[in-house]
């Protein structure tokens, strides 16, 4: 059984609650909120304060994905605010504040994850396996929604899994980007549990049937 974690980077702003309320009544479970700096990425969205007010309008799962710079300055405030797995870039910091971040993240009560843009190897995250919850491969270039999947990542995929099998069986295996009904077949084979769609879900005309197929 996989999850479905709708993006709402592609969410109606002015309705978001309203959207929020209709992926519950669709059968969604969780959903994706993206945080963009404008540094570590070339684009600005949302923080803290948008997962502070989400968490008291829905139940949801809030799988929150940080794309910001020195993620450390802020894990404390995301996990405050409400964020249930929170996920941070490998490329965003040292190794020792990375460490910091997963392990702060994890005293706070929140479920700590770790990301890898496309052209980062899966041996760049090794030594943080055993210390997370979500283990996230991005499929295109983080920053926007409406990308193209890039289904060379799929070997990267599958290796996560396999080294996870090793050191952390129930870490699940996030991925994100470009991901629709076509697309997630391969994601599924090589062994992702968790699917993020943004323009896949919010652009679909039967998001009930969407949720079903996805999550089959
Ligand atoms: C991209 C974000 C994604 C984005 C996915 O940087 O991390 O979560 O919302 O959007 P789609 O599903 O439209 O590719
Ligand atoms: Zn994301």
Redesign the pocket.
Known sequence: MAILSP?I??CDYMNMERDFTECKNMGVKWL?V?V?DGIF?P?ITFGMGLVKSMRKVTDLVLDV?L?IDRPLRYVEQFCANGADYLTIHVEADTPENTREALLKIRQLGVKPGIVVKPKTPAEAIKEYLPLVDMVLV?T????????K?MSDMMPKLKQLRTMLDEVNPACYLEV?????LNTVVTCKENGADVL??????FGSSDKAAFTKAMEA
């Open positions: 993006s980077l592609s994706h993206d963009m990425v684009n994905h794309m991005m295109v270039e983080p920053g926007f929604g409406g990308q999947f994100d980007g470009g991901v629709d993020v769609a943004g323009s896949a879900y």
